[in-house]
């Protein structure tokens, strides 16, 4: 993993260079090496905040300066193996990865990291410090399950079989129309296809598929499509929305209708735990009526 100086230098280097990672000829979805590398760097950080706060509580009144002799010589050991850990990925520049991230997924990496130098800067029992730290942690999980939900080939999140997912789906052209649909999360992309059809009256009898790249442009190895269509491609019906490991506001795209081109743009609005008295899918709410399924 390259050691960076300054984040905020790294932020200024990649608004500069947009297209860093075509310069060096990256062609990749497959961001397998960058999430593991992640992975380690949030263990790391967790390790670290755990030994702090073991020194914190043993020594009170331990000055700055103590407290970071005592903390690195806890860490040294435990830091040591996962250096050594991080040689397999010696040939994988984890700064070049980011930047192959699509939708300047990359720049929010620095960004946290710039947020990071900031709160390292205050002072050992600044009272919010702890508190900004786990809020780091947990952006950076939640990071994680983005990258992986666009990784291929697909890295499955561990699905929660008690919660479910609320999605609001919009008409592309007419956002202020939409539908908001609540699956659980072991229900799959073909029942939300299903749930979606049946709340604006269409008739369910075309092809559709899901892209979750949040791109309308048939890129297979983003693409769910339906079962009649499958010729070895990834299919709705196999794809539980589990497991994705969506977070909230994540976006994708839905296409029904090959002929008529249907859009629609769906996004993840919130979570929630399964109520067994509540039949799923379920449609919550609705705003607007939908346009025509045919234009006559």
């Known amino acids: 993993m390259v050691k960076l100086n300054s984040a905020k230098e790294v932020l200024k280097l990649y608004d500069a260079n947009l297209d860093l990672a075509r310069c060096f000829g990256i062609r990749t979805k497959d961001f397998t ?16 905040r755990k030994v702090s706060e073991e020194v914190k509580q043993e020594f009170p009144d331990i000055s ?46 620095f960004e946290l990291m710039a947020e990071l130098e900031d709160i390292e800067k205050l002072p050992l029992r600044h009272p919010d410090k702890r508190k900004k730290i786990d809020r780091i942690i947990e952006s950076l999980k939640k990071y994680v399950l983005e990258i992986k939900a666009i990784s291929m080939p697909f890295i499955p999140a561990n699905i929660d079989p008690g919660q479910t997912i609320i999605f609001k789906v919009k008409f592309y052209y007419q956002k202020r129309v939409w539908r908001k649909i609540e699956l659980k999360s072991t229900n799959t992309l073909k029942d939300l296809h299903d749930s979606i059809q049946e709340s604006i009256g269409w008739c369910n009898d075309h092809l559709y598929s899901f892209f979750m790249d949040n791109k309308f442009k048939g890129d297979f190895d983003a693409e769910y499509t339906c079962p009649h269509e499958s010729e070895g491609r990834k299919t709705a019906d196999k794809a539980k929305v589990g497991l994705f490991g969506f977070s909230r506001g994540q976006k994708f795209a839905y296409l029904f209708d090959f002929g008529d081109m249907h859009k629609f743009e769906i996004e993840v609005v919130g979570f929630d735990s399964i109520d067994k008295n509540k039949r799923y899918p379920s449609i919550l709410g609705s705003h607007g009526d939908a346009p025509k399924q045919y234009g006559y």
Request: hydrophobic share 45%.
């Open 33 to 48: 090496k960058l999430i593991e590398q992640l992975e380690i760097f949030i263990d790391r950080m967790i390790l670290s």
């Open 64 to 109: 700055d300066e103590d407290f970071i002799l005592e903390a690195g010589k806890r860490l040294v050991p435990v830091l040591n193996q996962i250096q050594k850990n991080m040689k397999k990925y010696a040939d994988y520049d984890f700064d070049l990865l980011l930047f192959s991230l699509p939708e300047n997924k990359g720049r929010r990496f």
